[in-house]
């Protein structure tokens, strides 16, 4: 099989979705091609694919956009990023370069993230079989499908019509996630082999010893939040927030902050915590005992799969969906910033510090209370291998 898959803007939240569904589905003699903006260019081949560079639109043109998407109205917000980026600016930015890689590498099938737009025109107008590998639960993708509608018909009428008939696959169990999209097709990726634990980065100033004077080490709490936010201006304060909120724990703290952010900025760090610009998640989850999120889907997937609870602080976009789903299914908490008055960014206040660390503290001293890992976990068994749902494209 020969296989072209493409990514969009949005960092490694949109990219390793589509990462581990070829690298699970990809079978010896299929060959595959990866479309995406140059910024992608070192995830895409750190994964051992293919990289063709596509395009993306200016920074001038994203940075106002993606500034306002944790700020405005969710209405508002869904239309900037959904419509006007990706399915106005992005798609166009990369239509030439996914034309120009189908003709000269004819593939038989296209994958692509459902913010590329652009593969889904070509595959239409070359009569290729396509799908998109989803990043977030399926009633979000539908509205934002929904949402987009207007700027993908000027590309080329029905084409909302064909995308939401095309094949739907996805990792999110369906007892969590119903889907309207009619042709939805489930998959779960098994592990073949366990993560490397976390590193000793703490040595003594992460345990104490025992009265037998054995050593202790304190419970690990992973925090991240992402790899858009810190692009936007408030990053700094999100960071410095979790680190002060988080430092009078018993705990070892393990922070990453994106490898677009100078860790220099965070200043001087409290003695619990160490700081990352990036870190492989899967060893993070395998040593952590609560994972403090701002509700990405990566994050929640992962989570869920290796049964660790979450505290949630969504900023924008399909955040506040997944926050939702851990507060519906019982997989953490969730801790809703405060907002400055006029609503342009969120504060961070002493509230927030209280119930964060409370929120940790009480997840990691009562593990139990986040019980509703089971039955989500119980519905993957149900789902099929990548390279099943790969053939059936």
Same mark, same amino acid.
């Given at each position: 099989m020969r296989l072209l898959a493409t990514c969009s803007l949005g960092g490694s939240g949109h990219w390793l979705p589509l990462a581990g569904f070829l690298r699970a589905a990809l079978q010896p003699g299929d060959e595959a091609v990866v479309v995406a903006p140059p910024a992608l260019s070192e995830m895409v081949e750190r994964e051992g694919f293919r990289f063709e560079a596509g395009a993306e639109p200016p920074e001038a043109d994203v940075a106002p956009i993606r500034e306002r998407l944790p700020t405005e109205a969710p209405d508002v917000a869904a239309v900037l990023g959904n419509r006007v980026l990706f399915a106005e600016l992005a798609a166009t930015a990369m239509l030439p370069h996914v034309d120009a890689a189908c003709a000269r590498w004819n593939p038989d099938v296209v994958v692509r993230d459902p913010c590329e737009y652009a593969a889904a025109i070509v595959a239409g107008n070359r009569s290729i079989r396509s799908a998109q590998v989803a990043i977030s639960q399926a009633t979000v993708e539908w509205s934002s499908l929904g949402i987009a509608s207007p700027a993908l018909e000027q590309h080329r009428p029905g084409l909302t019509t064909e995308i939401a008939s095309a094949p739907y696959l996805s990792r999110f169990p369906a007892l969590a996630d119903p889907s309207p999209f009619p042709t939805t097709m489930r998959y779960h =990726?098994?592990?073949?082999?366990?993560?490397?634990?976390? +590193?000793?980065?703490?040595?003594?100033k992460g345990s104490t010893s025992t009265t037998s004077g054995a050593r202790k080490i304190p419970p690990l709490v992973y925090v991240t939040f992402g790899t858009v936010l810190p692009y936007m201006s408030f990053a700094a304060d999100a960071y410095r927030f979790a680190l002060a909120a988080l430092s009078s724990l018993d705990a070892r703290v393990l922070i990453t902050v994106g490898r677009n952010f100078p860790v220099d900025h965070l200043g001087p760090l409290p003695a619990n915590a160490h700081v990352e610009s990036w870190f492989d998640q899967d060893r993070a989850l395998r040593d952590a005992s609560v994972v403090v999120c701002h509700g990405g889907s990566g994050t929640l997937l992962?989570? =869920?799969?290796?049964?660790?609870?979450?505290?949630?602080? +969504?900023?924008?976009?399909?955040?506040?969906s997944n926050a939702g789903l851990v507060d519906r299914y019982r997989l953490g908490r969730v801790v809703a910033p405060t907002s400055s008055p006029d609503g342009r960014r969120p504060t961070f206040d002493q509230a927030d510090a209280r119930q964060l660390s409370n929120s940790v503290e009480e997840l990691l001293a009562h593990r139990n209370i986040a019980?509703?890992?089971?039955?989500?976990?119980?519905?993957?068994e149900a789902t099929s291998p990548p390279a099943q749902v790969l053939a059936g494209v």
């Open positions: =990726i098994r592990r073949s082999t366990a993560p490397e634990p976390v +590193p000793d980065w703490w040595g003594a992962g989570a =869920i799969e290796a049964n660790v609870p979450l505290v949630v602080m +969504p900023f924008f976009s399909d955040q506040r019980d509703g890992f089971s039955a989500i976990t119980a519905s993957w």
